[in-house]
């Protein structure tokens, strides 16, 4: 097998991705190649993969290019996780012009004018990555975990339907810290399913393993007590203020904290409210969730966000030793065992094209769900009968993908003006085409594509 990591030269997904496919039996005497645009970074992850195998005597090998092309010749996986420009200037952007303009977000990243703009720079980038892809080895799959996901995806699959390219995010990795604790139960005992569209899922299913029980009863009557005092962001950043140390990791399992809170409902307002007035529990939190409804911004915890923005950025800027790990952090690895495997094995989380897998929603809107990974791939699972009010929050926000991906796909500024004007998150209409001038202007080399 011949695996292909893009953007490799992130320390955090370099290292990381490399530890969790080390650990494959089946992947033993694949070929790995490194491709990034920075040399230096690339250079660096390189080495200390070629020592790693050495020192470990793993049946790999390695290589390293800035060639797409040359990368990507006779891949079978290709495994991505890109951005592009200085990441938190372009994020402070998103968030701090169209707030200007009079839009309040609850975070810039995914939803909202931000996460159009987020969208509209690194879509046109990946399109040219999946080009690439589908020219070179039309047979490989493509797993993405860049944001914003649903965008992306969408976006993909509408320029490329050929392409075998999936969507990855970890969030549905707060159900294994909340549930087993929640519950007190094992985690492998609890079946969980979950569906919606990235960072804006809701879990739909829960039982217990051996006996079919149903325990999402279970959930709503203990939830309250259970997340009033559960740790939050505001409390990681705290704890760094007191003593200058933060877990710099992000990975699937979101690990265990029996500390309290100092604060209430920390980073999880959102939650509360959907608990309450729809009878679902999220699967993550405010900062992801509240970015694609209307009312969210009355609701969330709003020092939960801006502490998470905070926590994030000392997350990925400072430093710190990364080393290669003999562990599995993220999904992909167990997902491309399963495939050569031919498994069967249940998947919780992955983003794929609908095509009636969430019956209500549109055909080409990328949703997440759970999904058989198996020798045909990845297999989404249809998931009947989701709430009526869960699915109307879901609709809204799917035409803002559908003019993003045209956007993307066509260069045209109109498409842009009408994806803002469809947003739930906007509610006010004569700046618009003003604030979309002023962030072409200010994002031209990423932007300028569109007129």
Known sequence: MKIVLVGAGSAQFGYGMLGDIFTSKTLAGSEITLLDINDKALDSVFRTAKAFIEQHALKYSVHATTDRKVAFKNADFIISSIEVGNRFQ????????????????????????????????????????????????????IF???????????????AYPEAKFVGMCHEIGWLGRWLPRMLNMKLEDLHFRAAGLNHFSCMLELTDRKTGKDLYPEVLKKAEAFFEREPGYSDLLDEYRRTGNLDAAEKFEKGHSDKKSSYIWADRHLVQFMLKNYRLLPITTDSHFGEYIS???????????????DVYKIMLTQELRHDIKLETAERVVPIIDGILNDSGYEEAAVNVQNNGLLEDLPSWIAVEVPAIINKDGVNGIKM????????????????VYDLTAEAIIHGKKDYVIQAMLANPVVHQASQIEAMVDRMIDQQQKWLGYLK
């Open 90 to 141: 372009l994020w402070d952007e998103d968030w701090k012009i169209p707030l200007q303009y009079g839009v309040h977000q609850v975070y810039g990243e995914n939803g909202g004018p931000g996460g159009v703009f987020h969208s509209l720079r690194i879509g046109r980038v990946i399109l040219e990555i999946v080009k690439d892809a589908v020219e070179i080895c039309p047979d490989a799959w």
């Open 144 to 158: 993405n975990f860049s944001n914003p996901m649903t965008s992306i995806c969408t976006t993909v699959n509408r």
């Open 295 to 309: 009312w969210a911004w009355d609701v969330a915890d709003h020092r939960g966000i801006l502490d998470f923005y």
């Open 384 to 399: 009947p009968n989701i709430p009526k009010g869960y699915l109307s929050l879901l609709r809204s926000y799917t035409s």
